[in-house]
């Protein structure tokens, strides 16, 4: 069974820095993993995303420059991190931020990506 689960949500100051964590388990072959984050009101938007080596990235255009995204394949036995470090928040980053994974690489569409995880909170304040 999958199950992907995130950390590091908070709250901090505009021009502040976050480090968001997901730990997935339970995958029986390679896969690709994701941020995506959801403002109330609004839908679900894709953050950035990350192929199973490593090497291939994707950003949206709001967080380019300011957001990276990394995994770690070989930290713990069975189990795969990926990272998203923010730094320059907005207040318009505002969001529950949820990682994903998919067996393709690459879509930015929600719809396509087969697991979730929970979710964590982020505030930036003005």
């Known amino acids: 069974q999958v199950q992907l689960v995130e950390s590091g949500g908070g709250s901090v100051q505009a021009g502040g820095s976050l480090r968001l964590s997901c730990v997935s388990s339970?995958?029986?072959?390679?896969?690709?993993m994701a941020w995506f984050r959801q403002a109330p009101g609004k839908e679900r938007e894709f953050v950035a995303t990350?192929?199973?080596?490593?090497?291939?990235?994707?950003?949206?255009?709001s967080v380019k420059g300011r957001f990276t995204i990394s995994r770690d394949n070989a930290r713990d036995n069975g189990k795969n991190w990926m990272y998203l470090q923010m730094n320059g928040l907005k207040p318009e980053d505002t969001a529950v931020y949820y990682c994903?994974?998919?067996?393709?690489?690459?879509?930015?569409?929600?719809?396509?990506?087969?697991?979730w995880g929970q979710g964590t909170q982020v505030t930036v304040s003005s």
């Open positions: 994903a994974s998919d067996r393709l690489y690459g879509s930015i569409y929600a719809n396509e990506y087969d697991f």
């Open positions: 339970g995958h029986t072959s390679s896969f690709a």
């Open positions: 990350i192929s199973w080596e490593g090497e291939r990235t994707r950003y949206a255009d």
